[in-house]
């Protein structure tokens, strides 16, 4: 169609001409609004002010509070005159000013007096306006005539006061529910939009009420409704019936199917397009009922009418998602619309055809979209590249051609979105299709050579390092690998250094030219990027020697993180800066749902530390962690040891007690883990008294009483003890259990304030030899044994007595010493006559202990023991043989 | 804009220049909250479509998730936004709606300079068709007639009566004129 382009600016007169609003501005039109203030109002003038005012509100200009309430002050003196054109503007611009409550006040009486007119005109435009501004108060007052606008004769005013009642059911839901008697009347309405609004307004009315939707429904598919979009509005509202009513419809007669499809065959576009679109969002949609739907939307396809190509090729589109062979039909209409005009509608053919196609089409496809995909948006590319990848893993065998056509598309230009969807896609395909694994890597490497995204490059970096090292010349990616880490930002550097670091760890035979490249990393301006490097260097042993690697290093660096971020960043937090280094292994790994209560007091963790241990090293660390917490502990130096909890109560009493043993070089602790298991009774200052007199090299420290046990609440009190340094110092401690008890109602929660003293008598504790050896196993117990040589060597023989059995002596002799049997020596083969076990440990003070024992059955029973020991120091050597001595 | 159930909802309607500047806009959804954000959207829109041939059928594409139907007439472009999900017909019957009111209204002249010397009419058109996103009238004949149309007030002193009517008669003949 020809029509005269318009030119740019030519000339500035030439554009004087063509704007009547040209030059316009703020203060002048203000100062023109005083007009509205003149005693012989000049209608017209006052129009064209208020269309100068709206067309600088139009434009996006803003008006000031005061210079707002000035123009709504003037304007409200115009309901003097009769003018009605002048009327309506001064209606547009009351609503454009959108005044506040204390100014509605001064018009409300001349709306009111507009709503109750004879003129129609009036009466729409006024109940629009007052129920636009307006607030509840206001609203009681004029119920009475909206209720009767809603039924008025007029269409126009009856769909005024509706659609006023549709925004107000948002902010005042009470008033309006109680206007349904109108509203439904006016459902009836003859006239069209009158009959769309007021459905709207009903069914929002009632749309809590699923019994009173379901009855509308039933009673209109039934009926007759004249307007097409009030019969959009009741297929809805079908379709959410439907929904709601569950899975009924096994038998294959849904409720109201027949009216929607019914529907299908009315006379406006419109509504068969709503029906056939419902129908193919029906849960479970079997594809008999789909077909009635899919021939009016083919039917749609070859329409002259852009917006009705889209709507079906884009139902279509998503239909083909789940039921690809009803859509099958269409192929050939589809395929004329790859041409159309609207890259839209083309993208959206395209991938229904994507989906629905067969292998051999496939080729011919990717041409077609080829030609395209420089002209649509990236929405629809994003739609095209999720096309073609489950294509591609539909089709494994053409990887190929949709592999090059992926690799193509993330050359081009593109945002990060569809930049990201393609890389995902090249990635999935990578992991799916082996074959495509290495020309995938390829494309990927040459994408990072011109990536403007940082995420995405550190992302592909981290793939390749995963998936490089396993393909057959890994060295080939490294030159890109390392351009990185000349060409980008800090981010990306790192992430090529790690890479670097990942493809020297798995390829033995890259590292010494890795090695070279991480040094020349050491000299980065950015610290990431030079700690990476070190570290890496470090890990793989690049001071030269080419080693294998470590299983520990591979764990490092391909192995998973487990442990939560979010945890992990608490505890640095946590962490002070001092001698003791950061561990890792401090930091929780159970997945917390919101972070630990910091007042917290340590000793009330309700963590169920007491509880027998599930794996011994976390227990370890999770008591040196609770230990380290507590202030008083801090400077008791290293754990050595925590025992295994000992029982001293017995089960099923009203409280019970647990002991931990915990060694220090000059130190023990013992941790009472208690639990009150009686719901009445709240338990305050709980402590334990021991009894050291059968100890007498112990002297007490100190103790930490627990401030308060609740009922079912495990929680934990201290009490050190001072010992001879390094020495295995045993003794034997009675225990009572000292609290004050507080009466509980245990349906309220609430506790009475006065409590009584009690005590409670726990059994004996003991600290034996044991408790002092650490359990440490040694990979090669021959080795080792040379290793300390013979002259720390303390042999002696002992008569064990009758015994069960062999095994049960071994078992005794292992738990007597609390030592580490080695190589499967504790295992008794059945029915030997006789076994040698090899025990390792480390005594306290850090003296590594080796032990082999023989033993034989002398007699029927009796077990005989021959019990050599090696040891760094002799005294420990000594110590050992005290013990079964002793035992 | 609140969400209205299950009705449909208009989120703009938009009349641009050939330069993608406004002539007079209007928005019903929050999903533009200032002003730039407001710009920014025209401009995208304007941009995205202004290659299209969008003059004897309205054409439709969809951006950032909302559904657009445009048609542009001389140095006039025409938009209706609506959500992703919409019923692209409903949508497409009020730029009709849009499009054929602002015709009768500007009687078959549509293009820029006669919009803008009756930009009150344009804002009072777009004012008849939907209200906060709430589609009022889809009829373009209707719209016009409802903006025009001054049925007599009866309160109104006889000499002002008959220049309104005058003037009203006067609108309505042409009107009908433009409709055959």
Known sequence: MAQP???????????????????IEKGAVLQEARVFNDPQLDARRCSQVITKLLYLLNQGESFTKVEATEVFFSVTKLFQSRDLGLRRMVYLIIKELSPSADEVIIVTSSLMKDMNSKTDMYRANAIRVLCRITDGTLLTQIERYLKQAIVDKNPVVASAALVSGIHLLQTNPEIVKRWSNEVQEAVQSRAALVQFHALALLHQIRQNDRLAV?????????GTVRSPLAQCLLIRYTSQVIRESGNNAQSG???????????????????????????????????????????VLQLFLSSSKPVLRFAAVRTLNKVAMTHPMAVTNCNIDMESLISDQNRSIATLAITTLLKTGNESSVDRLMKQITNFMSDIADEFKIVVVEAIRSLCLKFPLKYRSLMNFLSNILREEGGFDYKKAIVDSIVILIRDIPDAKESGLLHLCEFIEDCEFTYLSTQILHFLGVEGPKTSD????????????????ATVRASAVSTLAKFGAAVDELKPRIFVLLRRCLFDNDDEVRDRATLYLNTLGGDGAVVETDKDVKDFLFGSFDIPLANLETSLKNYEPSEEPFDIISVPKEVKSQPLAEKKAPGKKPTGLGAPASGPSSTADAYERLLLSIPEFANLGKLFKSSAP???????????????????DRHVVFQYNCTNTIPEQLLEDVIVLVDASEAEEFSELFSKPLRSLPYDSPGQTFVAFEKPEGLPTVGKFSNILKFIVKEVDPTTGETEDDGVEDEYQLEDLEVVAADYILKVGVSNFRNAWESLGPDSEKVDEYGLGPRESLAEAVNTVINLLGMQPCEGTEVVPPNSRSHTCLLSGVFIGNVKVLVRLSFGLDGPKDVAMKLSVRSEDENVSDAIHEIVASG | MASYGLCPSIKNILLLDSEGKRVAVKYYSDDWPTNNSKLAFEKFVFTKTAKTNARAEADITLLENNVIIYKFVQDLHFFVTGGDDENELILASVLQGFFDAVTLLLRNNVEKREALENLDLILLCLDEIVDGGMILETNGPLIAEKVTSHSLDADAPLSEQTLTQAWATAREHLTRTLLK
């Open chain 1, 646 to 664: 000992v029982e001293l109560t017995e089960a099923e009493t009203e409280y019970a007690v647990n002991v931990v043993k915990h060694i220090f």
């Open chain 1, 474 to 489: 890994p060295s080939k990616y490294i030159r890109y690998i390392y351009n990185r880490v000349h060409l980008e930002n």
């Open chain 1, 5 to 23: 382009l318009v030119k740019k600016d030519d000339d500035r007169d030439d554009e004087a001409e063509y704007s009547p609003f040209l030059g």
């Open chain 1, 253 to 295: 007669d849904r409720p109201f199917y027949d009216f929607l499809e019914s529907c299908l065959r009315h006379k406006s576009e419109m509504v068969i397009f709503e029906a056939a679109k419902a129908i193919t969002e029906l849960s479970g949609v079997t594809s008999r009922e789909l077909t009635p739907a899919i021939t």
């Open chain 1, 214 to 222: 379901s009855k509308l429904v039933t009673s209109l598919t039934r």
